[in-house]
């Protein structure tokens, strides 16, 4: 495979109270930027493939990258999507991002 493409990974700092007991939501920041190959998917393939039945966008491979679980957020040309579907293989990872709503 070549790892042609690159995605931004994700974090979430942890929330905090201020002084009134108001929550605040932590912030979304890129910690690391990773080299992969992304394909584009529709939702059909994904289901006949995987059995997802939600709006997709990307399958994407990767190395063995500790960060990237279901529910992460990448980046990929300015937009951001969240993994879907994950499968972990002996030398790399496979997954399934789709739109990210938040």
Known sequence: MFYTKQIGIYTQSLGYKDEYAIW????????ET????????????????FGIDENVKYRVFCGLFDNIK???IIQYIDKKYRVISLLEWDDYKDFIVGDYNG
Not at 36 to 49: G, M, S, V, W, Y
């Open 24 to 31: 605040h939501d932590g912030e979304l920041t890129i910690t």
């Open 34 to 49: 990773i080299d992969c190959d992304l394909q584009p998917i529709t939702k059909e393939l994904a289901f006949k493939i």
């Open 70 to 72: 279901i529910g992460t």
